[in-house]
């Protein structure tokens, strides 16, 4: 089956800064990633996501990148704001097995007023 | 924020005890989904109901027993739980429209404590 990594663990960022999370993937017929965020005591929620059939995809301060021949996928978030901090989890969706996603470990990203 | 719903929001029980989960969606969705988030492990995918049919099982300990009666209500009954089975259980639900799974979308979870 899939399997999802992601890096880093943690990340602390001062307020205007970048933060920059990234995911691997194993299963090359993957071809649907979403991100989600996950605020203290809240439910994930879906922050961006991109096909298998797009490099980039951008939506104000947040984008996120695919490369499928190195099977990773990362999100950026530019000028960081306090509210952004929270819990970030990638996911992939294979091709064929429609219904299962399988998530990435979470990161923690604190950003420091 | 009130398109899917669980309920109890807090749940503590003895190992001895039965409980049941509930979730209810109200977007129209015909796929829901049960995850448990552990601390520190990335979410665990337990049970897939697609048009009220269950089409994943993760090997799931039987001591969970998932029930979905219609396309906008999921169950997930609780027997003999182990003190390791304490997390947060995430009901999910999405679309699927010829065979792509759109977002998915999660309801604010059940804290169950395992005493």
């Known amino acids: 089956g899939e399997n999802v990594e992601q890096h880093p663990s943690t990340l602390s960022v001062q307020e205007g800064d970048s933060a920059v999370i990234k995911c691997t993937y194993s299963?090359?017929?993957?071809?649907?990633f979403p991100w989600y965020k996950q605020e203290l005591g809240k439910r994930p929620q879906l922050i961006i996501d991109?096909?298998?059939?797009?490099g980039e995809k951008k939506d104000q301060r947040i984008a996120v990148t695919l490369n499928k021949t190195a099977k990773h996928f990362s999100l950026h978030i530019t000028e960081t704001q306090p509210e952004d901090s929270a819990v970030y989890f990638c996911a992939a969706r294979g091709q064929y097995n429609f219904n299962k996603f399988y998530f990435g470990s979470g990161t923690k990203l604190n950003v420091k007023p | 924020e009130t398109g899917v719903t669980q309920t109890p929001r807090h749940l503590v029980m003895g190992m001895t005890n039965k409980k049941s989960l509930k979730c209810e969606q109200h977007l129209g969705h015909n796929a829901m989904y049960w995850y448990k988030q552990s601390a520190k492990k990335p979410l665990e995918l337990m049970f897939v109901y697609s048009l009220e049919e269950r089409v994943e099982n993760n090997s799931v300990p039987s001591r969970f027993s998932p029930e979905c009666p219609n396309s906008s209500h999921l169950f997930l009954h609780l027997h003999t739980l182990q003190p390791e089975d304490s997390a947060l259980y995430l009901c999910?639900?999405?679309?699927?429209?010829?065979?792509?799974?759109?977002?998915?979308?999660f309801g604010p979870g059940t804290r169950l404590l395992v005493l």
């Open positions: 299963d090359s017929a993957s071809n649907y």
């Open positions: 999910a639900s999405s679309q699927e429209a010829d065979g792509t799974q759109e977002t998915q979308y």
């Open positions: 991109i096909r298998s059939n797009v």
